[in-house]
């Protein structure tokens, strides 16, 4: 009889452990579940960065002047 009962106590606890172990298998499966769609939402819906403009002055005829003071170059558009 006590034989019995040591071998029920030991395949109740694998049982627990077995529906521990499924049981943190799936909050794992579905944390990763929902962190991928997050991640793929945003990839898709992230705007692209406007490209840079590239903008040059009028001169109107004057020339530019460059000249160094001795603190550093100075452009005089």
Same mark, same amino acid.
């Given at each position: 009889?006590?034989?019995?009962?040591?071998?029920?106590?030991?395949?109740?606890?694998?049982?627990?452990?077995?529906?521990? /172990?499924?049981?943190?298998?799936?909050?794992? +499966?579905?944390?990763? /579940?929902?962190? @991928? +769609?997050?991640?793929? /939402?945003?990839?898709? @819906?992230?705007?692209?960065?406007?490209?840079?403009?590239?903008?040059?002055?009028?001169?109107?005829?004057?020339?530019?002047?460059?000249?160094?003071?001795?603190?550093? @170059?100075?452009?005089?558009?």
């Amino acid at each position: 009889m006590q034989n019995f009962r040591s071998v029920a106590l030991a395949a109740a606890g694998i049982v627990v452990l077995a529906i521990a /172990a499924a049981f943190t298998v799936s909050l794992t +499966l579905i944390a990763g /579940a929902v962190l @991928t +769609l997050t991640l793929a /939402a945003r990839m898709l @819906t992230a705007r692209p960065k406007k490209a840079p403009v590239f903008a040059k002055a009028k001169t109107e005829g004057r020339e530019m002047r460059v000249w160094n003071d001795g603190r550093g @170059t100075i452009i005089d558009l």
